[in-house]
């Protein structure tokens, strides 16, 4: 039966189209043919450090794709260079893949912890007396035993297949399957790029991102093998000490104008995750704050209402909180000086005492809480005449530092407490617990989240303690005290969130109480009675908004600081105030306009405690089908 021209040639067309197919997909599955056992052994490398490091975490087996991504770039590299120099770049492969994986899931094993840029920087610095101490100590026992046991294993087994694999295949006859690898590869590349696309982007972004700031906001899964997660460590060091070096240079020419010392002995009290919607000071009804509160009724006290933090973490609080460099400004906050060293530089004798980290000078780089530039030994002799060397478990214990400080004419005193972080049950002792599950009166919550609600009030109300102590060393000197939280915190009271979200760009719920901070003048009596005209500007100034990368010009203007890194227009307290500011978090985010219109409104001063009373206001639940229908 004869064959119409058309189907003749509408048949040759596609075994063409076929052949063409089979080659196409045969040339690009080409590389991962000829170099089958590499990407084997690194995938089970990798599925062997998915396996120990993060067990409990199901989501991370998803980077499969990357892996697979990577290695046929690799694939073709090796494909593309000559025979012998594929073949020894494919050997330094294995060592480099089996030593970096091979140390990192020990040290997980052992110590608990991955390739990071504090990690990279330790090992770094450590000597190589250090080195063999670090190897007498550590390299022993069940985690190295079972990290070379698996390592071992699979290095044994790569070695007879790299024998005796051919001639198994052939003996096998597994020349079917290679069709079939071919086509996976091709699916698993195409797929595995447009199901990676954003993983891709995020990769791109932190690479080619200048700031510390940014680099930080990397989510630890986007670096999903122990060769990224090296690169990431590196990448954060090397932008952290290019910070560095700018912050460096701008401090050696700071330079004071005049100073008046107005304000002899200038005390901040840096607090830690404080959700100040769980203070009396701003409408809390359990007795959280009664030290404070009293201190308010006594008139020594002043609470400022319309405060926000620049960040909701604290490295980057402390980054721009310290520096003259604000976010709404070009530029980074490197670009700035730090406040510490115009006030030494004015002749105030200035101690920084801190409760999360302490000082070592022989630390550098970076380590994610603040600490990476404080301790840098440059910037830390332009800043400060005294630190303290110790840690304490207790706030109470810590604030004893003090007692150690010989205080000079003029004085800033910076402490920087451990406050309400998370646990909030390990923050106090076992006699300062005043609240407990069944004191919480909130309908909507399960006893255990009730409790976690009783334990952040029982460590508010320890840190409302620890406050008082600290106003009561300065009670007879000519002091003002600076109070505030370097963030806020989520405590299950509008949804069932506790802690943080880096969440951008953050929701209205997230902005109030993550950035929400409280802010609070206090005033000893000698410095009511020597400065009425202070207390009155705070006072006046107490319905301003204000966001906390303006702090180092409200310092500068309480202790009458004149140099060209002050400005009026970002000192709360002065007349030219410049009350139209936006106030943008993390430098991105208008916080007014986020919450403008809904139940979070600051004018609209909503409540969201159920047991309110006030009949005036609306209800928990009508609140919260109103946040629900926008």
């Given at each position: 039966m004869a064959i119409h021209p058309?189907?003749?040639?509408?048949?040759?067309?596609?075994?063409?189209?076929?052949?063409?197919?089979?080659?196409?997909?045969?040339t690009v599955a080409a590389p991962v043919r000829r170099n089958l056992l590499f990407c084997l052994t690194m995938l089970a490398i990798h599925f062997i450090c998915v396996w120990r490091q993060t067990q409990y975490e199901g989501e991370v087996w998803l980077h499969?794709?990357?892996?697979?991504?990577?290695?046929y770039i690799i694939c073709l590299v090796l494909t593309l260079l000559p025979a012998k120099w594929g073949r020894r770049v494919r050997r330094v492969l294995y060592v480099a893949a089996f030593v970096l994986a091979g140390f990192e899931v020990f040290l997980t094993e052992r110590l608990g912890m991955l390739y990071t840029p504090t990690a990279l920087q330790l090992l770094s610095e450590t000597n190589p007396k250090e080195t063999s101490e670090f190897f007498m100590a550590y390299f022993h026992g069940p985690a190295l035993w079972r990290t070379l046991a698996l390592f071992g294993a699979l290095a044994l087994l790569v070695r007879v297949l790299g024998r005796k694999g051919l001639r198994w295949a052939v003996r096998l006859k597994l020349h079917w399957l290679l069709p079939l690898l071919n086509v996976a590869v091709v699916v698993l590349l195409v797929a595995g790029t447009i199901d990676t696309a954003e993983q891709r982007r995020r990769q791109w972004n932190f690479f080619t991102e200048g700031s510390s700031m940014r680099t930080e906001k990397a989510k630890w899964e986007t670096f999903y093998s122990p060769a990224w997660r090296l690169a990431w460590s590196w990448h954060m060091l090397h932008v952290a000490d290019d910070e560095l070096e700018v912050l460096r240079q701008n401090m050696r020419r700071v330079s004071v104008d005049s100073c008046s010392a107005r304000c002899p002995n200038i005390v901040l009290v840096i607090g830690e995750s404080y959700n100040k919607y769980h203070s009396q000071l701003y409408g809390y009804r359990p007795k959280t704050t009664p030290h404070q509160l009293r201190m308010q009724r006594e008139g020594s006290l002043v609470a400022y209402p319309y405060v926000v933090s620049c960040w909701n973490m604290t490295s980057n609080v402390f980054k721009n909180a310290l520096s003259t460099h604000s976010l709404d400004q070009k530029g980074s906050w490197a670009d700035g000086v730090l406040f510490p060293a115009l006030f030494r530089k004015a002749g105030y004798r200035v101690a920084f005492l801190t409760n999360q980290f302490k000082a070592d000078r022989g630390q550098k780089g970076f380590d994610f809480n603040g600490s990476f530039f404080l301790n840098d030994p440059e910037l830390d002799t332009l800043c400060f005449d005294h630190r303290n060397t110790r840690l304490y478990r207790y706030d109470r214990d810590f604030i004893r530092e003090y007692e150690r400080y010989r205080p000079a004419g003029r004085n800033l005193i910076i402490f920087h407490l451990y406050g309400q972080h998370e646990k909030y049950s390990y923050r106090l002792g076992k006699d300062d617990v005043y609240f407990t599950a069944d004191s919480v009166r909130r309908r909507r919550l399960k006893k255990a989240q009730k409790q976690v609600v009783a334990d952040y009030d029982n460590a508010t109300r320890y840190n409302d303690d620890v406050i008082r102590r600290i106003c009561d060393y300065f009670k007879d000197d000519d002091a003002i005290l600076l109070y505030l939280a370097d963030h806020g915190e989520e405590v299950?009271?509008?949804?069932?969130?506790?802690?943080?979200?880096?969440?951008?760009?953050?929701?209205?719920?997230?902005?109030?109480?993550?950035?929400?901070?409280?802010?609070?003048?206090?005033?000893?009596?000698?410095?009511k009675a020597s400065h009425p005209d202070v207390v009155n500007q705070v006072q006046q100034a107490k319905t301003r908004r204000f966001m906390t990368d303006d702090l180092p010009h409200l310092m500068m203007g309480l202790a009458g600081i004149h140099s060209k890194y002050y400005n009026p227009r970002r000192d709360l307290l002065h007349q030219d105030f410049d009350t139209t500011r936006?106030?943008?978090?993390?430098?991105?985010?208008?916080?007014?306009k986020l919450v403008k219109g809904t139940p979070f409104d600051v004018k609209a001063r909503y409540r969201r405690e159920p047991e309110t009373t006030d009949k005036n206001k609306p209800s928990y639940k009508k609140i919260k089908a109103k946040w629900n229908t926008n």
């Open positions: 058309y189907i003749r040639h509408l048949l040759t067309g596609c075994r063409q189209l076929a052949v063409a197919v089979g080659w196409l997909v045969q499969t794709e990357e892996v697979i991504q990577d290695l299950l009271d509008f949804s069932n969130m506790e802690g943080r979200t880096p969440a951008e760009p953050p929701v209205p719920i997230v902005a109030y109480y993550e950035f929400g901070v409280p802010f609070e003048f206090w005033f000893s009596p000698k410095f936006r106030r943008l978090l993390k430098g991105l985010y208008d916080y007014d």
